[in-house]
């Protein structure tokens, strides 16, 4: 198939261009000027549209014989001042990128989402992700939508971060109880998930939630990430009130680490009933024992 990819330059991304490559599938895929560098290792074998989403009109008509669109784009915090908003990135985006499709008469599309995606979340990135969901599922298109866990894997900040912290600090700071549960999926289930579905009928108008094989809270996820590399977090349990009020105060300021909608998307939990996702698409889940290993290594 020919596949129009939108967010291919991110984490996520990185990984699933391999896995559609050897999959024998031609992308083309709209990357901003500056980040072609992400993915070097794949220019010689991708079609590059430079641009963003909201030039589309300069670029759609090198769109041609597209089979399918997947929607990658997200963000995990926004800045207003400079216009990076969910609600432009998660549901305009989205919607601009529906339309385009119907526009050309490409009915398949694969969207991703995420775990937690709803109304009525705090977080507005889970309600932006869900109002997207809302509009590709009214649009007539073929649409999947695929709402994974956290997803661990290579190239994933988080890992790293946890064990630079553990490194640097005396006490790992955990927000409140820290007993909040994590369901952590291996990135390479959730590509397979998506080239899987590109070809399996049964997938077209599902919404898949994934998360991995193991469930468990994010004090004991932090154990495992320091176990897997021969350390022991000390941890220290900061109240959620303090955070919030730290994280209201900062978290415009691009170096803070954290915002207050990231705290509540931790406090709102992350699992999930996956069954459904496997099974249709014949996917073995990865333990996340490997899932770490292979992060690590
Ligand atoms: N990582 C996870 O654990 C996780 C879990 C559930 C769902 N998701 C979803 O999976 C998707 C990919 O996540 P990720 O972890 O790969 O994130 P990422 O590394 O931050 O990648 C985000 C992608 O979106 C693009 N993007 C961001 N702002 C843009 C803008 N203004 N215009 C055009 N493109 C823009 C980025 O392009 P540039 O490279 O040019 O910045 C990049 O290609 C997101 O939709 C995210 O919500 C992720």
Same mark, same amino acid.
């Given at each position: 198939?020919?596949?129009? #990819? ?80 969910? *609600? ?87 927000? @409140? ?9 291996? #990135? ?6 998506? #080239? ?8 077209? @108008? ?20 320091? *176990? ?70």
């Amino acid at each position: 198939m020919r596949l129009f #990819v939108t967010g291919a330059s991110g984490y996520f991304g990185s990984n699933l261009l391999p896995r559609l490559i050897e999959a024998g599938h031609k992308l083309v895929c709209l990357i901003r000027k500056g980040s072609e560098k992400k993915i070097e290792k794949y220019l010689e074998d991708i079609e590059i549209i430079s641009g963003g989403i909201s030039e589309i009109p300069s670029w759609k008509d090198q769109l041609e014989d597209i089979d399918a669109f997947i929607n990658l784009i997200g963000i995990i915090r926004e800045f207003p001042s400079r216009g990076i908003t969910f *609600e432009k990135l998660h549901f305009r985006t989205t919607k601009s990128l529906a339309d385009l499709a119907s526009e050309r008469g490409i009915k398949r599309f694969l969207q991703m989402s995420a775990l937690g995606a709803s109304p009525d979340s705090k977080a507005e990135y889970h309600r932006t992700k869900y109002k997207a969901e809302q509009y590709l599922q009214e649009s007539g298109l073929a649409w999947t939508i695929f709402r994974p866990a956290f997803i661990i894997g290579k190239g994933n900040d988080f890992v790293e971060t946890v064990l630079n912290l553990m490194d640097s600090a005396p006490l790992f700071p955990i927000i @409140g109880s820290g007993e909040y549960r994590m369901q952590p999926v291996d #990135v390479d289930n959730v590509t397979e998930g998506f #080239v899987k579905s590109l070809s399996e009928q049964t997938a077209s @108008g599902k919404i898949y939630e994934i998360g991995g094989p193991d469930r468990f809270s994010y004090n004991r996820m932090v154990d495992l990430i320091a *176990e897997a590399r021969g350390k022991k977090a000390r941890k220290i349990h900061l109240p959620v009130f303090m955070m919030k009020g730290v994280a209201g105060l900062f978290e415009y300021f691009k170096s803070f680490p954290l915002t207050k909608g990231q705290i509540n998307m931790l406090l709102e939990e992350n699992f999930t009933d996956s069954r459904e996702f496997f099974e249709d698409l014949n996917i073995t889940p990865i333990i996340f024992d490997e899932s770490i290993k292979k992060a690590l290594s």
